[in-house]
């Protein structure tokens, strides 16, 4: 994502509610923010304004901004590429026109949605030490008068490879691969992406038969009817589906599932439901790496991006009320991840928690849950608690009410990186989360489910003796993480196949291009990914296309210490968010449209009188001023 220097609505999705400690951070960061725009810009920090999306959900772009008529979500969609980069003129044959929704997957007309320019941020220029995982701002290695900003993920004297979307590192050959770990959980907690978010129920979609995502279930793994080894049937939970909530009764000693099962409509689906009937059997399917930031179909590519890639990296995040509890009293969340069911287990009689993990590889009954770590919690008794369970990047954490919860050691799932393709998906990651509880009298809202980023395994391949030149004009100098990642899209309702076609051809891969992804950098070289991994030009994807002109040197993916600029802190200006007249304002000045021939000349330039390009009156979207993490 390039920057721009210059000192230049609604919130991101509605969001959970902020507790006061954040709203704290956020007031804090806003004054701060303001202070070093004003008063140091010229030598200690500087404003910048963010073009593309290449670092989404962390900072946005150009974007639009949709609300989904079905969900109600409120989403955005980047749009940086409707623009000449020349002209600042809309592209007609790039003009957004579809986009789906994150959460439910309805198509939606989105061609005269509201753009708003990217987040301005305040960059510190004087800093000392740059750590991994700082978002930084650098001179591109191929364009020396372009800034971009991307996240740091490999330091000086590291060699780096991606495997199955996360990170490994290492220092020499001699030494063990180590997966690469946010120090600072915030950071991991800050970057999930959003899977599904029970508040949000598509009703039309519902109505028409599509299944419910949560709901009360028992272990079944003969049945025909069971998804991921659980069949819907009743229970004690009762679901309030007016009100998205699911209440239980402490008139029971067994344990109790919720469970929540990935049925994601396609646009086809959609379609049926728009006619009147659906006509295919609704099917779960694995959790992908399905970013909505960048789905938009265009004149030129009339399709929605395929997504291909299974993530079992998730966060499981719900408010629980407990009203009262009996002696042993407890409630279970549960994430699966292959072969492993995590388990967070809380004694609402004493404030205990325990983490405990069962492997499906070596205790086919799971009988023999082995205890990973425990702790104490404030949920003891009764009382409202905003819960997030998370098993990210090998490491379970946990938080309530926005507070890490301490355990005695760190949870971490120790792994080799020659292993990391054997952590496949089976059927159970069909229906990878749960809310088991027993003894206690509890309503459970607010249902939440979010991934890890998953880093896509893509990079140009570059050897003068095999004819690569490692311009980016050059496809064929590009390998993938898989040979076909459209047919892994066609197996996600498969989980078996999907794992049994990825493991070969990422294997394949793995020997024939992984010399051109593995990053080996020398003491005054950084590694740069984006969060939006799959639509970011960043280190996998730099080349020597325009280095010689210049005189840039080093490796073909690394940034050069010397041409760091500064550490991202604050978003200290969003867009702002138009009111009167029914949140739209009033149009000021409309974009322009372009149209272009096939051999790139203009054939005409037309006023688009129903896109505004700056709409007056507004006011600050002090939602989205954060500290940048």
Known sequence: MASKKQPDSRPAGKRRHQKDGGMRETVEGVAIAFALAFLFKTFQAEAYVIPTGSMAPTLYGRH??????SCKLDFQVG????????????IAEQRIQETLCPNCRRPIHAEDAPAFNGDRIIVNKEVSEYNRFDVVVFKNPEEGHVNYIKRLVGLPGEIIRIRQGNLWMRRSDEDRWQMLRKDDPQVQKDIQLLVYDDRYPPTDLIAAGWPERWVSSTPDSDDPDAVGGWLESANDWKADRENRQYTIAADNSDWNWLRYRHFVPSPADWADVDNGQLMNVPQASLISDFCGFNVAATPRHNSFESDSYWVGDLTLNCRLDVTSVQEDAAVRLELV??????????????????????????????ERPEVLATARTPISGAGAFDVAFANVDNRLLLWVDDELVEFERPVIIDQNFVDALSVQPGQADAAPCGVAAKNVSLIVRDLLIQRDIYYRNDAYRFDPQEGYSGSPYDLTARSQEVANPSRLHRLLKDPDSWADDYAEEADTSHKRFGQYTEYRLNDDEYLMFGDNSPRSKDSRLFDYYNRPRWGMEGHRYAVQEKDLIGKAMFVFWPHGVPFLQDGKGFTVTKHKEVSLRSDGTVRGIQALHNYPQVRFPFYPNFGRMKKIR
């Open 64 to 69: 639009k901004e949709v609300t989904c008529p």
């Open 337 to 366: 991840e292959g072969f492993d069911n995590y388990a967070c287990t809380f004694q609402l009689s004493d404030g205990t928690v325990e983490i405990s993990r069962v492997n499906h590889r070596t205790d086919r009954s799971g």
């Open 79 to 90: 749009a940086s590429t409707e623009l000449d980069d020349v002209s600042g003129y809309v």
